[in-house]
């Protein structure tokens, strides 16, 4: 099956620093898409971005399909920033989501 | 607009025994999928259910059933509890006529002693 690896596992960050967190999968998808898993659990849907650029205030992405990499850029990080990054792909349709290993992220004050 | 819900929030059983987990998808959703997170990793699909039918299936043994209703919420059940089912148990809806995201419950933890 498919491979989705992120990187870093770990990332430790005083708030108002940016941030690159980093997917990379193994074969083509159809599907990829980035969450945010709070401390309680919630998954949290932040981009659905098989290719291309999206922005939603401090948070983008970019998904460059053809080399199989996505990022996601969080700029002038807060503390309710902190918890855990998951991108995840389908690669057979219908929303399979094969998830990555996760970034955990804590921002500090 | 009620999101994904699920229930109960927390359960705790012992080996051996039985469990019945719900979901009710977003309003308008018809496709749910279950997902089981261990501690300290990702999400792993369980099965998903369209028009009352498991449609797909993950690599998880036949312990793991699950059903869904006319009204489109779901039930995941566990057979024969073993220690390592201990985790976070998701729910997730969609459309399935829609390229929209799918939208996760806020789960159910299963603590098995």
């Known amino acids: 099956g498919i491979q989705v690896e992120q990187s870093p596992p770990d990332l430790i960050l005083q708030e108002g620093a940016n941030s690159t967190l980093r997917c990379n999968f193994s074969?083509?998808?159809?599907?990829l898409q980035w969450f945010h898993q709070n401390p309680w659990g919630q998954l949290i849907n932040l981009f659905y971005?098989?290719?291309g650029t999206k922005q939603n205030g401090r948070l983008s992405a970019t998904t460059v399909a053809t080399e199989r990499y996505s990022l996601l850029y969080i700029s002038s990080s807060q503390t309710t920033d902190s918890g855990v990054y998951f991108c995840?792909?389908?690669?057979?349709?219908?929303?399979?989501?094969?998830f990555g290993t996760g970034t955990q992220l804590k921002v500090e004050l | 607009d009620a999101g994904v819900t699920q229930s109960p929030t927390h359960l705790i059983k012992t080996r051996g025994q039985q469990v019945t987990l719900r979901c009710s998808p977003k309003?308008?959703?018809?496709?749910v999928s279950w997902y089981q997170q261990a501690l300290g990793q990702g999400p792993q699909f369980i099965f998903q259910?369209?028009?009352?039918?498991?449609?797909q299936r993950g690599n998880f043994p036949d312990r793991f059933s699950g059903h869904q209703f006319p009204n489109y919420s779901s039930e995941l059940n566990v057979n024969a509890l073993l220690l390592g089912d201990s985790a976070l148990y998701l729910c997730?809806?969609?459309?399935?006529?829609?390229?929209?995201?799918?939208?996760f419950g806020p789960g159910t933890r299963l603590l098995v002693l």
């Open positions: 997730a809806s969609r459309i399935e006529a829609s390229s929209e995201t799918q939208y």
């Open positions: 074969d083509s998808v159809n599907n």
């Open positions: 971005i098989p290719s």
């Open positions: 995840a792909v389908d690669t057979g349709g219908g929303n399979k989501l094969t």
């Open positions: 309003s308008g959703h018809d496709t």
């Open positions: 259910y369209y028009e009352e039918e498991e449609r």
